[in-house]
């Protein structure tokens, strides 16, 4: 069974700053996809940023970058010139390429934005 | 295009009653997921819907059933409450069931509390 762990409960930045949030998985499928989900307190998830196993570039999508490092099995989530509006709970998520497949989803790490 | 809509928002229960949760889709989505959300659990998957039939199912009791009308709209079922049924259940839909690059879209969720 795959699983996908986040080993920081918590982590803090101020404005402006970079922050690095973790993530590991398991699995021994060859061809899969992870997420990143952004949950802001009493607001709906949002996908932040997904990443294909077979392509070797890290996703990018604004101040939102990662480094996937397929045999590490490792995603990790770089957020730059970190707003306010980051604050939020982060998932990590994974999903195999094949059939009927669910997102698994990592426990989450809040993160705190101080000004 | 309205997003993701469940109702109701809040619900509070006692041991042993029943509850029915309701999810819209997205207009032309016609895959439907739901979600538990606990601290201690994090989220998990309960089963995923998609043509009016269930195409995966999580590791839950069987107290636990959905289903998917014509309009895609779904609704799931818990019986015979728990204390632990306590949480936020997310349902989210996609476009289509079994294509893993597929956003899937969350809706605010369901705050159940079983007293």
């Known amino acids: 069974a795959q699983t996908v762990t986040q080993s920081q409960p918590e982590m803090s930045v101020q404005e402006a700053e970079t922050v690095t949030l973790s993530c590991t998985y398991d699995t021994s499928e060859s061809d899969y996809y992870l997420f990143w989900y952004k949950q802001p307190p009493s607001r709906q998830m949002i996908l932040v940023i997904r990443q294909e196993a077979y392509k070797q570039q890290n996703a990018t999508e604004n101040r939102f970058s990662v480094n996937f490092q397929k045999a590490a099995k490792s995603f990790s989530l770089k957020i730059s010139d970190s707003q306010l509006g980051d604050a939020a709970m982060y998932f990590c998520a994974y999903r195999m390429l094949s059939g009927y497949s669910t997102l698994t989803f990592g426990k989450g790490t809040m993160l705190l934005v101080s000004p | 295009k309205a997003g993701v809509t469940q109702t109701p928002r809040y619900l509070i229960k006692t041991r042993g009653q029943q509850v029915t949760l309701s999810c819209s889709p997205i207009?032309?989505?016609?895959?439907v997921s739901w979600y538990q959300q606990t601290p201690g659990q994090g989220l998990q998957f309960l089963f995923e819907y998609f043509s009016e039939t269930q195409r995966n199912k999580g590791n839950f009791p069987g107290r636990f059933s959905g289903r998917q009308f014509s309009n895609s709209r779904s609704e799931m079922n818990v019986s015979t409450l728990e204390l632990g049924d306590s949480a936020l259940y997310l349902c989210?839909?996609?476009?289509?069931?079994?294509?893993?690059?597929?956003?899937?879209?969350f809706g605010p969720g369901t705050r159940l509390t079983v007293l």
């Open positions: 207009s032309g989505h016609r895959s």
């Open positions: 989210a839909s996609s476009l289509v069931a079994g294509v893993a690059y597929n956003e899937q879209f």
